[in-house]
């Protein structure tokens, strides 16, 4: 089955830079999405980007916009999230998520078939 593994979390200060990766193995990419959602305590999941995998249009939460950067390397089979700029706000779990089929919203979670662990992101002031 399809597996998603996620790395490169950890702590950093506000300002500074991440890049979180999402391994995807037993996933054939093609024009379906991939996304990042997060996950911060008694907060709901949001999504934050997503990016068809086929023709390699994103989409953010224009609370990101300017700041992360979603990207996949076919290849690798991997999915990235670079993050600059980085707020405390941005604080959370991060998940990728992958769909099997093309969904109508990227932002609804419902609608991902696989998730990964999630790895903690976590801004200091």
């Known amino acids: 089955q399809v597996q998603l593994v996620e790395s490169g979390g950890g702590s950093v200060q506000a300002g500074g830079s991440l890049r979180v990766s999402c391994e995807a193995s037993r996933y054939t990419y093609t024009d379906y999405f991939m996304a990042w959602f997060r996950q911060a305590p008694g907060k709901q999941r949001e999504g934050v980007a997503a990016?068809?995998?086929?023709?390699?249009?994103?989409y953010y939460a224009n609370s990101v916009k300017g700041r992360f950067t979603i990207s996949r390397d076919v290849p690798k089979n991997t999915l990235y999230l670079q993050m600059d700029s980085l707020k405390p706000e941005d604080t959370a779990m991060y998940y990728c998520?992958?769909?099997?089929?093309?969904?109508?919203?990227?932002?609804?979670?419902?609608?991902?078939?696989?998730w990964g662990q999630g790895t903690q992101v976590t801004v200091s002031s």
């Open positions: 998520a992958a769909a099997d089929r093309l969904i109508s919203d990227w932002r609804a979670d419902r609608q991902y078939n696989y």
């Open positions: 990016i068809l995998t086929g023709a390699g249009r994103t």
